[in-house]
């Protein structure tokens, strides 16, 4: 496996490979990042891994400096799992001038949920990820689906940009109690560890209650649902930013009647940890 830091190299790296493919990551590496690297090895190709904590994601307030950087074990944990080639730019190569040029995505899929409590946190995303792409040009690239919605929003930019860039879809990975697996995770106190499963555990009580109210042929009061699960957290004693049912396939609250699939997400804070989570119907 070979470590470069610059585009320059980057690019002389890649210069005689063929159908890349790439998993974007900020570093602080665990099974699940590893599961999208052992994904991207089974669609052929090199693996590209890129590890770069993106400032433009965090607000002024976030963990933007405490976000832990790992690079030497992340890069060993990159070559057990087969990844070929890791980028590992620090911020003065990928943003060697102020980012004015930035990618916004549409209000309607990235300013709810997610952005609505992160406000830019998509336009940041969105611009990292270009320029990723536009460094490594990749055939294909594999994102999570614990992020959901991140995942919606980089298809839906690869799409409007007709990017030459398929966005695979990897499963989200959770330990044996149900947690699913974040960097963030390491932040939980030992209490807060053994709390933390209880978000998981919210979105299949929702999901069941949704589930059992379509097979009787009811529509179901999604929203009593929502609060439902609200307040169980809160009584936990986690801080919800929300609960929420929405179609997959634009985010959008379901309509009566709607025979879209479903998912069910959640966003909550256990101390001064923000984890989020959700559940396909």
């Known amino acids: 496996m070979r470590i470069v830091h610059t585009i320059a190299e980057l690019r002389q790296a890649l210069a005689s490979a063929r159908a890349t493919a790439f998993v974007p990551t900020m570093g602080n590496l665990h099974e699940g990042h590893l599961a999208l690297i052992r994904q991207a090895r089974e669609l ?22 405490r976000y832990p950087r790992t690079l030497a074990r992340d890069c060993d944990l990159l070559m057990s799992a087969g990844c070929n080639l890791v980028f590992a730019p620090d911020e003065g190569e990928l943003y060697p001038k102020p980012q004015t040029f930035t990618v916004t995505p549409a209000p309607a ?26 460094c490594v040009q990749p055939r294909v690239a594999v994102f999570g689906r614990k992020d959901y919605q991140q995942l919606a929003v980089i298809r839906a930019m690869a799409s409007q940009f007709a990017l030459p860039t ?41 999901r069941a209650g949704l589930q059992a109210a379509l097979k009787a042929g009811e529509p179901g009061d999604f929203q009593a649902l929502e609060r439902q699960a609200m307040a169980h957290l809160s009584a936990r004693g986690w801080q919800p930013d929300y609960v929420a ?3 997959r396939t634009d985010l959008q609250a ?5 025979a879209e699939p479903l998912v069910v997400l959640a966003a909550a804070r256990l101390g001064p940890t923000r984890l989020i989570d959700n559940l396909e119907l």
């Open 245 to 247: 049912v929405r179609r």
């Open 166 to 206: 398929e966005i695979v879809a990897g499963d989200t990975v959770r330990a044996d109690d149900g947690l699913a697996l974040s960097s963030r995770n390491a932040y939980l106190s030992e209490t807060e560890r053994a709390e933390a499963p209880q978000l998981a555990a919210s979105l299949h009580a929702l």
């Open 109 to 134: 899929l990235a300013d709810i949920l997610e952005g609505a409590f992160r406000p830019g946190f998509f336009t940041g995303v969105c611009t990292v990820v270009m320029k990723l792409f536009q």
């Open 254 to 258: 379901p309509c009566p009647g709607d």
């Open 44 to 65: 052929g190709g090199p693996v590209v891994a890129s590890v770069f904590v993106n400032r433009l994601q965090f607000a002024p307030h976030e963990d933007f400096d």
